[in-house]
């Protein structure tokens, strides 16, 4: 059996409490796993002066995959400062941000609902410096789009696709940006060359936003550049019931991180009773990413069979603490593994 080495990472907040809980479902997989911890984010720059430690950059390159908590940025602007996992994502060139939007048994989620944003993760709005300038009372900051990237990340977005319904949003406003989003087409079409059977469908970003909420299950898989996709990925995790639940991954060529979409909820820290959902279906994507297709699946039915028995945890109208669910999850795990 492979060993995969896995760096977890619990970063600030409520993130102390997800990925131990996290580790327990990890640990009833019945894989071969080998845990290293290391630190990031606020606490972390506290103690060490910097929010990712060099051995933090190097225990993520050195294992098959990372699970990440949650950290925290302050509201004011820190001498020094910079946010965890903006710097791993540019640092590592985790350029494809993926975030599923799935039907769990949750309160206020769409029923039949099954959707993948992939989201450019390194350039359109995003960037630094010298992209960003204001004089007096105007204020510029430079949409970047590049070739290489739109091509990378369509080219991706394709092969998630050709593993589904072989179907594929490119979501843009060229109509408006016909430069930048112009661009960004011309490259996913030359990408669309290699994947023949992916179906392509151009969708204008508002009249997106507005099909979705109308209609979510007319998508399946879509793709877009950074800021439109920091948004369209919020709705969609709206549409299956929000923060408490949403998983993500930031993949690169060479290295992964796979994290909850919440931050670090410092309102609720330290009680015990955050939902550790989201965090276990992280883990469950970290599967997948790895070609354990049958864990990662083994791991999102325990979920939702304890989503629907309980225990649940307070923000889903339960009372069970973070590790009681995590706990009922990881039984229901090895129930259905050894069945
Ligand atoms: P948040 O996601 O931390 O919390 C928003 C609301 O949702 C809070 O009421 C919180 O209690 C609730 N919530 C979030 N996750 C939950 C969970 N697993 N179970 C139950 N309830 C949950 O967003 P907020 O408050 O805007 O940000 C707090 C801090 O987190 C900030 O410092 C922010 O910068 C950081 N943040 C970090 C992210 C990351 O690490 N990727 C993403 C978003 C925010
Ligand atoms: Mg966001």
Redesign the pocket.
Known sequence: MKTYKITLIE?DG?GHE?IPAAKLVLEATGLSLQFDEAVAGWETFEQLGTSVPEETVAKIKNSDATLFG????PTRKVEGFFGA?RYLRRRLDLFANVRPAKYHPVPGAVKGTDLLVVRENTEGLYVEGERRYARGRVAIADRVITYDASYRIADFAMKLASRRKNKLALVHKANVLPLSDGLFLEAAYDAAANHPAVITEEVIVDACAMRLVRNPSQFDVLVMENLFGDIISDLTAGLVGG??IAPSGNIGEENAIF??V???????AGKGI??PT?AILSAAMMFDHLGEYQVAAAIEEAVDLILESGPR?P?LGGNASTMEFAAAVADKLQEILSS
């Open positions: 970063g409520i997800v949650a950290a925290t940025s996992i923060l408490g994290e909850p919440h931050g670090s909820a410092p309102d609720i955050a939902n989201a945890t923000d």
